[in-house]
């Protein structure tokens, strides 16, 4: 029984075992199978899971169930210990014609068990083999010109590969290069812009495409046929054209043609004309910024013209809080408001009553305004009373865009019972047109004229409307106030009738009237157009052109005559810096059928870019201190004997010169040069002259102030310097300095460039006192320059002296303050001295007290200029260092002093001496000594020869008593006690 039980446990045993033996495929998900990958051009294939068989030995494996017939793969047993195994190609394969394999695949054991089967899914990998491929071998479009196509044509273009990485078109590019044409990732070609029939027939491109993996195709030609297609118009016109400052004239439109076409009529009349447009340039075009004198001047003005809005500065401050531009590239243009903006011209500038002959002139931009009453008056200038009354006396307004000039009669002048004119209202369409006009009044009573930009107005019965008045009625104590930008109300105390526009340039001529060449040179632009020669001009052509040059019309009959025309139209900018920036061109032709109808062609557009200009630099140089004796001082010194002023620029590479002076001195202009003197100047002993006979002949206009000098007028650098050479300093009291300072500021083009702040010193070289000399000449002149204290002791006090010594110290001189430092080395001696001089005097206060009074008189009496010095001598104590006089004694060999230089020992009194003061006997009672010793007490007096730092102070601790001694001579008579 027992054995029968073991015998079944062996049967069920083996049966286990056998059954354990059968291979199988090591997957986790039999369903799911493998996947693998394999490139074209590889043969081992990538396989997830890794094939793996376990359960028995393993022999190989086996690929089954075929799908769709023929499967080049093979499995290779890699490992039997581990049962791996190996997918392989048994070929290349080509995904183009076949992208996926699929088939089964078992383990097969060593005695020939095979395992259950599982799916592999094999997909090829595509290589990008093949390159992209014009579906055409060329292509060719034809075109019209002057036209921009969103499509002219398509290219297209494949590729054989099996995937869209490789097989799909991703871009198309145009390989020629400069072509106006552009083609999209789609292979549209398209024009950037209008093409040209004369410019190129055809236009031949050569065109790529690239699949997604950048693999280029071979070149495709295609050619693009440009039609030439008639259109009305001009051709060649450039879009931009650069100028050059300096470069002198230069042709617009040298390839400009006029393409008419076949005109559905017979031609009668071709009308061309071009126009530059320069209205945003300053007042209207590019003119000289140089002031009104200096333009003036330069056309020949009148020099008595006076200019009413100049631009800030010395003399012309009034204009000051007006709102101006910023800049200066043209001269200066004020704001009016309407409302608040008006100034008062000061006294003295100019006659308020212009009289029966003058000529007011100014440029002007004033718009119409509809929000405004048309019955409101705009006033340019008026001359009105200043209080009590509101008389309008003389007045150039705008009211209803009509520009009124208003010139009553006093009643002083003539029958008060005669009407006359007093009021010319012209109707003229510039008033109220936005733009810059210059506008000029002529008055030669009862004859009035306007001028508007240069060219009289005509006159007819109506314009301008005259109208009659009555004179002024009499009023007693009034004056007139002249005011710009409003009028005046003296009974309201207030301005009224505000200008509401630009103002630039007013000038008033009075008693003369200006010459009509100089009004049209006045408003003469630098910039314009220029015509070509007359011999340009055909038979049966005409060119016309407007008074500033920037319009130019022409007729004729032949197209090819007006192309030549236009095509030798130039453009010039005369001025040396021309404002930079752009001028708009429009040529607009129109042709005339011989039945009358017009053809208009449409306008053709370009401008003209004005380059900026290299800046010049102006630069003042010279000798910048000038030491300078007394004498030279009263005479007069030349403030800048050897300045020197020069213009370069950048395009300056090499100066030339002309008689000894460089070509830009003589050629180039200056217009303002000021001279500035800081603290002013005292006019009691100070004072500056310039040239005036050469300023005349020059036509330079001066004007001098205890604050420096300013000249005006545009003329060569070279005058300049002449005339800024011989302005004169004189100073009657060069004691009293040490030195002044002067600045010295150019400019050119009404200060659009300005030089470098040149300063000039004047040094002051004072005598040493401490040096003697046996020149009684110059002993004279020391003691002239030094008569303040040796010459002017009337009495000698005793009493308490303290001397403060403060320490010298040194001024800023670019400040123009007195520069003690520089004076500083030469008065080191004299500083020894008076303090060897107050030991002496302590010394002789603690000995004893002496007490000298001296009274000496003069014959003539002078006044002191300055405040400082202006003293009372109707009670003057002076209180003297008796070791002076004792010194002075005994230096001068027997009682001669040797500051007088007299041979008979007296004091020398120089009648003349600036600083010198007339002295009398002191009679007076203690009251009026009290009185004047309070007053001296606080005073300080310079010591000759000290430093300005070092002084004496006069301390009086109370009332003293006088001893009267009749004077004997004018030697002192206290000599006994120098012991």
């Known amino acids: 029984m027992g054995m029968r039980f073991g015998f079944i446990f062996y049967l069920i045993a083996q049966v286990w075992s056998s059954s354990d033996k059968v291979p199988r495929l090591d997957l986790v998900d039999v369903e799911s199978g493998y996947h693998g990958l394999i490139r074209e051009d590889d043969y081992s294939v990538e396989v997830k899971p890794t094939i793996r068989a376990t359960g028995t030995d393993i022999c190989g494996f086996r690929i089954i169930n075929r799908h769709h017939g023929e499967t080049p793969f093979e499995v290779i047993l890699k490992d039997e210990v581990t049962g791996e195994g190996e997918l392989r190609a048994k070929r290349l394969l080509n995904c183009e014609k076949r992208k996926e394999y699929q088939f089964s695949i078992v383990a097969v054991g060593c005695r020939g068990e095979i395992s259950e089967n599982s799916t592999v899914r094999i997909t090829v990998v595509d290589v990008n083999e093949y390159s992209p491929t014009f579906l055409e071998p060329s292509y060719v479009k034809q075109v019209d010109e002057g036209r921009l196509y969103e499509q002219i044509l398509r290219v297209e273009a494949t590729d054989r590969d099996c995937t869209a990485k490789f097989g799909d078109i991703c871009k198309y590019e145009i390989l020629t290069l400069d072509q106006p044409f552009v083609i999209d990732n789609d292979g549209v070609i398209r024009n950037t812009e209008a093409l040209n029939f004369q410019q190129s027939h055809n236009h031949i491109l050569s065109v790529v495409a690239y699949d997604c993996g950048m693999k280029r195709s071979a070149p495709v030609l295609v050619t693009i046929k440009v039609s030439r297609v008639c259109s009305l118009g001009w051709k060649g016109i450039p879009e931009r054209i650069d100028y050059a400052p300096g470069s002198s004239r230069q042709e617009l439109f040298p390839e400009s043609a006029l393409e008419l076409c076949d005109i559905p009529c017979a031609v009668d009349t071709i009308e061309t004309k071009l126009q530059l447009s320069t209205t945003h340039i300053g007042k209207g075009c590019d003119r000289d910024t140089?002031?009104?004198?200096?333009?003036?001047?330069?056309?020949?003005?009148?020099?008595?013209?006076?200019?009413?809005?100049?631009?800030?500065?010395?003399?012309?401050?009034?204009?000051?809080?007006?709102?101006?531009?910023?800049?200066?590239?043209?001269?200066?243009?004020?704001?009016?408001?309407?409302?608040?903006?008006?100034?008062?011209?000061?006294?003295?500038?100019?006659?308020?009553?212009?009289?029966?002959?003058?000529?007011?002139?100014?440029?002007?931009?004033?718009?119409?305004?509809?929000?405004q009453d048309r019955h409101t008056k705009e006033h340019i200038i008026c001359n009105a009373d200043d209080h009590k009354m509101n008389r309008h006396h003389f007045a150039l307004f705008v009211r209803n865009c009509r520009l009124i000039l208003l010139l009553r009669r006093e009643h002083s002048e003539?029958?008060?019972?005669?009407?006359?004119?007093?009021?010319?209202?012209?109707?003229?369409?510039?008033?109220?047109?936005?733009?810059?006009?210059?506008?000029?009044?002529?008055?030669?009573?009862?004859?009035?004229?306007?001028?508007?930009?240069?060219?009289?107005?005509?006159?007819?019965?109506?314009?301008?409307?005259?109208?009659?008045?009555?004179p002024?009625?009499?009023?007693?104590?009034?004056?007139?106030?002249?005011?710009?930008?409003?009028?005046?109300?003296?009974?309201?105390?207030?301005?009224?009738?505000?200008?509401?526009?630009?103002?630039?340039?007013?000038?008033?001529?009075?008693?003369?009237?200006?010459?009509?060449?100089?009004?049209?040179?006045?408003?003469?632009?630098?910039?314009?157009?220029?015509?070509?020669?007359?011999?340009?001009?055909?038979?049966?052509?005409?060119?016309?052109?407007?008074?500033?040059?920037?319009?130019?019309?022409?007729?004729?009959?032949?197209?090819t005559d007006i192309e030549n025309l236009i095509r030798r139209v130039g453009y010039i900018n005369t001025r040396e810096f021309p404002t930079p920036g752009r001028r708009n061109l429009y040529l607009a032709t129109k042709v005339?059928?011989?039945?009358?109808?017009?053809?208009?062609?449409?306008?053709?557009?370009?401008?003209?870019?004005?380059?900026?200009?290299?800046?010049?630099?102006?630069?003042?140089?010279?000798?910048?201190?000038?030491?300078?004796?007394?004498?030279?001082?009263?005479?007069?010194?030349?403030?800048?004997?050897?300045v020197r002023v020069t213009i370069s620029s950048e395009?300056?590479?090499?100066?030339?010169?002309?008689?000894?002076?460089?070509?830009?001195?003589?050629?180039?202009?200056?217009?303002?040069?000021?001279?500035?003197?800081?603290?002013?100047?005292?006019?009691?002993?100070?004072?500056?002259?310039?040239?005036?006979?050469?300023?005349?002949?020059?036509?330079?206009?001066?004007?001098?102030?205890?604050?420096?000098?300013?000249?005006?007028?545009?003329?060569?650098?070279?005058?300049?310097?002449?005339?800024?050479?011989?302005?004169?300093?004189?100073?009657?009291?060069?004691?009293?300095?040490?030195?002044?300072?002067?600045?010295?500021?150019?400019?050119?083009?009404?200060?659009?460039?300005?030089?470098?702040?040149?300063?000039?010193?004047?040094?002051?070289?004072?005598?040493?006192?401490?040096?003697?000399?046996?020149?009684?000449?110059?002993?004279?002149?020391?003691?002239?320059?030094?008569?303040?204290?040796?010459?002017?002791?009337?009495?000698?006090?005793?009493?308490?002296?303290?001397?403060?010594?403060?320490?010298?110290?040194?001024?800023?001189?670019?400040?123009?303050?007195?520069?003690?430092?520089?004076?500083?080395?030469?008065?080191?001696?004299?500083?020894?001295?008076?303090?060897?001089?107050?030991?002496?005097?302590?010394?002789?206060?603690?000995?004893?007290?002496?007490?000298?009074?001296?009274?000496?008189?003069?014959?003539?009496?002078?006044?002191?200029?300055?405040?400082?010095?202006?003293?009372?001598?109707?009670?003057?104590?002076?209180?003297?260092?008796?070791?002076?006089?004792?010194?002075?004694?005994?230096?001068?060999?027997?009682?001669?002093?040797?500051?007088?230089?007299?041979?008979?020992g007296n004091e020398s009194w120089d009648e003349d001496e600036d600083g010198g003061s007339s002295y009398r006997e002191d009679d007076s009672s203690s009251d009026g000594d009290d009185e004047a010793d309070e007053v001296l007490s606080s005073r300080i007096l310079p010591v000759p020869g000290t430093p300005p730092s070092v002084v004496i102070p006069q301390v009086h601790q109370g009332p003293t008593t006088t001893a009267t001694t009749p004077p004997k001579s004018k030697e002192l008579d206290w000599d006994h006690s120098c012991m």
Not at 295 to 322: F, H, M, V, Y
Not at 541 to 558: A, K, P, Y
Not at 765 to 785: F, G, M, R, Y
Request: with cysteine; hydrophobic share 35%; proline share 6%.
């Open 472 to 559: 002024l009625h009499p009023a007693k104590g009034l004056n007139t106030s002249l005011s710009i930008g409003a009028c005046w109300q003296g009974s309201e105390n207030k301005f009224k009738h505000h200008f509401r526009g630009y103002l630039a340039g007013l000038s008033l001529l009075v008693g003369k009237n200006e010459d009509p060449k100089v009004l049209t040179c006045l408003h003469k632009c630098k910039e314009s157009l220029e015509v070509p020669g007359i011999e340009v001009v055909q038979p049966g052509m005409q060119l016309m052109t407007n008074t500033d040059m920037t319009e130019i019309t022409v007729e004729g009959d032949n197209t």
């Open 651 to 904: 395009r300056d590479d090499i100066e030339e010169w002309r008689n000894g002076e460089p070509v830009s001195v003589i050629e180039r202009k200056l217009d303002a040069c000021t001279v500035s003197v800081y603290p002013p100047l005292n006019p009691d002993h100070e004072s500056l002259t310039v040239p005036e006979t050469m300023l005349g002949q020059l036509g330079i206009v001066q004007k001098v102030t205890n604050d420096g000098v300013l000249l005006t007028g545009a003329d060569m650098i070279y005058n300049y310097e002449q005339v800024l050479r011989q302005i004169l300093y004189s100073n009657k009291k060069p004691a009293y300095y040490l030195n002044r300072a002067f600045k010295l500021i150019c400019s050119e083009l009404n200060g659009r460039f300005t030089s470098n702040e040149y300063v000039q010193t004047l040094t002051v070289i004072h005598p040493d006192l401490t040096k003697s000399t046996e020149d009684p000449t110059v002993n004279e002149q020391l003691a002239e320059e030094h008569s303040i204290l040796d010459n002017s002791v009337a009495h000698a006090l005793v009493d308490e002296h303290h001397a403060d010594f403060k320490p010298s110290h040194t001024l800023n001189s670019g400040s123009n303050l007195l520069d003690v430092g520089q004076q500083a080395g030469a008065s080191h001696a004299v500083t020894v001295i008076i303090v060897v001089c107050v030991g002496f005097l302590l010394f002789m206060i603690v000995l004893g007290v002496i007490r000298i009074r001296a009274a000496q008189r003069r014959s003539q009496q002078e006044d002191l200029a300055d405040a400082e010095m202006a003293w009372d001598d109707s009670a003057l104590n002076i209180t003297v260092n008796p070791m002076e006089v004792c010194m002075n004694n005994l230096a001068g060999n027997g009682g001669a002093h040797s500051g007088g230089g007299g041979e008979d």
């Open 290 to 371: 140089y002031g009104v004198h200096s333009q003036r001047k330069l056309c020949g003005a009148n020099s008595e013209s006076i200019d009413l809005l100049p631009s800030p500065g010395l003399g012309s401050e009034w204009t000051k809080p007006l709102p101006s531009d910023e800049g200066h590239e043209s001269d200066p243009m004020f704001e009016f408001d309407g409302s608040t903006t008006a100034v008062v011209i000061p006294d003295g500038v100019i006659a308020h009553t212009p009289g029966e002959n003058f000529t007011i002139a100014t440029w002007m931009k004033h718009g119409a305004h509809p929000d």
């Open 414 to 470: 003539g029958d008060l019972n005669t009407f006359r004119p007093a009021e010319w209202r012209w109707k003229i369409p510039q008033v109220c047109d936005d733009d810059w006009h210059h506008y000029a009044v002529s008055v030669q009573f009862p004859e009035v004229q306007l001028f508007v930009d240069g060219q009289a107005l005509k006159q007819d019965k109506n314009n301008p409307e005259v109208i009659d008045d009555w």
């Open 592 to 642: 005339i059928c011989e039945s009358g109808k017009e053809i208009k062609i449409i306008p053709s557009e370009s401008f003209l870019m004005v380059l900026p200009p290299q800046k010049p630099t102006i630069e003042i140089n010279g000798t910048s201190n000038l030491p300078r004796d007394y004498e030279d001082f009263r005479l007069g010194v030349r403030v800048f004997s050897d």
